[in-house]
């Protein structure tokens, strides 16, 4: 992997756990997402403004078709995330998906894509699967935990953790194929199929506006949080695809796994932080691992 490309992804994992934070500590639902677009489409309107000058007459059905795909796979994965961090704690979701994800979508890139991927970085993709397995509570998912209420939590979380990786995977090919084989600009695909997600989630505000005027009081500070930087994690992350494999790309990403062990953990207080902290230092030796292969 390109040391531009490995910088990018660091940058991008770093900003990508800080939101997702953020999006947990919020406890919002379809709405929340639904602020979180608002506020993306207008603090990123010039960007996208510029980035849309002189390109949109240039695009067929084909552009339109993947910004319309990858919106709607977008907003499943949020949706269900956010349904995640209601019923289930971040330390258990959010590893789970960000580790199921990329190893889907590595294996679909190496298998259908034609992507090629060395023995060290097959090690580096088991060392990023096994960390992510301790972050998200090791043996312990495996057993679950002696409290009843707690099992059950701990068994929502490994659901809607997988769950929201299997869209992970299916959002990374498709915007990956986007970026990297039709050349399309990362931050129209992300900025435009914003407005994709728009549509999708408007109904359920305006279904029960009073209800959304009063989520948007207590949330419109995560909200904006979420909006103004999340497009930035992903932008990152696109440009990386465009100059190294996607098999790659898609494991090392989970270094937001380091910032989110060090980070989560003692804000949110889910506790284990040694198992964690081992899980987060495998993370980082097959992140490397992967930038060197």
Do not use: C
């Not at 995640?84 to 259908?112: F, N």
């Amino acid at each position: 992997m390109p040391l531009s490309a490995f910088a990018l992804v660091l940058l991008a994992g770093l900003i990508h756990a800080s939101w997702n934070i953020a999006a947990k500590k919020a406890g919002g639902d379809a709405r929340f997402a639904f602020f979180t677009s608002v506020t993306l489409m207008l603090v990123w309107a010039p960007v996208g403004a510029w980035a849309a000058w002189g390109v949109l007459p240039g695009w067929g059905w084909r552009e339109w078709a993947f910004i319309a795909f990858s919106g709607v796979l977008h907003v499943l994965y949020y949706v269900i995330l956010l349904r995640g961090y209601r019923k289930a704690d971040l330390t258990v979701v959010y590893p789970l998906a960000r580790g199921s994800g990329p190893l889907l979508s590595s294996l679909v890139a190496i298998t259908l894509l034609g992507e090629q991927i060395s023995a060290l970085g097959l090690a580096g993709i088991a060392g990023v699967v096994l960390g992510v397995f301790l972050i998200a509570g090791g043996p312990g998912l495996l057993r679950a935990a002696h409290d009843p209420a707690q099992r059950r939590r701990v068994h929502k979380g490994m659901l809607y953790g997988l769950l929201t990786g299997a869209f992970i995977a299916s959002y990374t090919v498709v915007d990956g194929y986007a970026v990297k084989f039709m050349l399309m600009s990362p931050i129209l695909l992300d900025y435009l199929g914003n407005f994709v997600r728009l549509a999708l989630l408007a109904p359920v505000v305006l279904r029960d506006r009073p209800a959304a005027a009063l989520l948007w009081a207590h949330q419109w500070k995560y909200a904006l949080l979420v909006g103004a930087i999340s497009p930035v994690s992903y932008v990152l992350v696109l440009y990386a695809m465009q100059v190294a494999p996607l098999s790659h790309v898609a494991p090392a990403r989970e270094v937001s796994m380091l910032f989110a062990a060090l980070i989560g953990g003692h804000l949110l207080g889910e506790g284990d932080r040694l198992q964690r902290l081992l899980g987060a230092g495998l993370i980082a030796a097959g992140v490397s691992a992967l930038a060197l292969g």
